[in-house]
């Protein structure tokens, strides 16, 4: 356990000054991704496995340490990859990052976790109890609990490392895709409400069933 606890340790702190190098200060903001697209475009072709590489660390580094800035950074992936190589980087690093928050969550922040987040831990443990990976996937599709939040409460569950990865995985890829999309218009883009403007409505059409699906399953996970 305690060798867990080290290595997750030495994980986290090679990502906070990763992240520190990767992003100067005011990197993460709309107006910087906008004014700085056709050169980060240009590096992007010059370079394309060394971007790559660079954005899924990233990335990463966000989601496991729950720093603001993952919706940007997806739209720059679409700005910079396109839908389908942006939808494998962005889907693998939002789920390790994710994973190793909740392996934060279990291995070194447990008690904490389970202090602070007393009230909403009663219905995630029985919904896991009950039904992990349905449960899971409904947090995941609807947005009853903030992405940094479901990481620390299922840490604190019984729900095991793999079966959270693909879940994770799966639910959180609609939303993925829709950013994708809209960041390939990333420099038309002039705030983070333009994502639902007109010119954007069609990348909401791959979410067409969702409201349906996140219906059913908050009926069926959430009302018994």
């Given at each position: 356990?305690n060798?867990?606890?080290y290595?997750?340790a030495?994980?986290?702190?090679?990502f906070?000054?990763?992240l520190?190098?990767?992003t100067?200060?005011?990197?993460?903001t709309?107006?910087?991704?906008?004014r700085?697209?056709?050169?980060?475009?240009?590096?992007?072709?010059?370079?394309?496995?060394?971007c790559?590489t660079?954005?899924f660390?990233l990335?990463t580094a966000?989601?496991?340490?729950?720093v603001?800035g993952?919706?940007?950074?997806?739209?720059?992936?679409?700005?910079?990859?396109?839908?389908?190589?942006g939808?494998?980087?962005?889907s693998?690093?939002?789920?390790l990052?994710?994973?190793?928050?909740?392996?934060t969550s279990?291995?070194?922040?447990?008690?904490w976790?389970?202090?602070?987040?007393?009230?909403?831990m009663?219905?995630?443990?029985?919904?896991?109890a009950?039904?992990?990976?349905?449960y899971l996937?409904?947090?995941?599709?609807?947005?009853l609990?903030?992405?940094?939040?479901?990481?620390?409460?299922?840490?604190?569950?019984?729900?095991?490392?793999?079966?959270?990865w693909?879940?994770?995985?799966?639910?959180?890829?609609?939303?993925t895709?829709?950013?994708?999309?809209?960041?390939?218009?990333?420099?038309?883009?002039t705030?983070?409400?333009?994502?639902i403007?007109?010119?954007?409505?069609?990348?909401?059409?791959?979410?067409?069933?969702?409201?349906?699906?996140?219906?059913w399953l908050?009926?069926?996970f959430?009302?018994e």
């Open positions: 356990m060798s867990r606890k290595l997750l030495g994980i986290l702190v090679l906070i000054a990763g520190m190098w990767l100067p200060p005011g990197f993460l709309l107006d910087t991704l906008r700085n697209h056709a050169l980060l475009v240009d590096w992007q072709r010059q370079w394309p496995l060394l790559a660079l954005y660390m990335y966000v989601a496991a340490l729950s603001p993952a919706a940007l950074l997806t739209l720059l992936g679409g700005a910079l990859f396109g839908l389908w190589q939808t494998l980087l962005v693998f690093a939002s789920t990052g994710a994973t190793l928050a909740m392996l279990r291995y070194l922040l447990r008690d976790v389970s202090h602070r987040f007393s009230r909403q009663m219905p995630v443990n029985r919904g896991i009950r039904n992990g990976v349905g996937f409904a947090l995941r599709l609807m947005p609990f903030p992405f940094v939040v479901v990481n620390l409460l299922a840490g604190v569950t019984s729900i095991s490392v793999r079966r959270y693909w879940v994770s995985q799966l639910g959180m890829l609609p939303a895709l829709v950013y994708l999309n809209a960041g390939r218009q990333l420099g038309h883009l705030s983070m409400r333009d994502i403007s007109p010119a954007m409505l069609a990348a909401f059409a791959l979410l067409g069933l969702l409201p349906l699906a996140s219906r908050a009926t069926r959430f009302q």
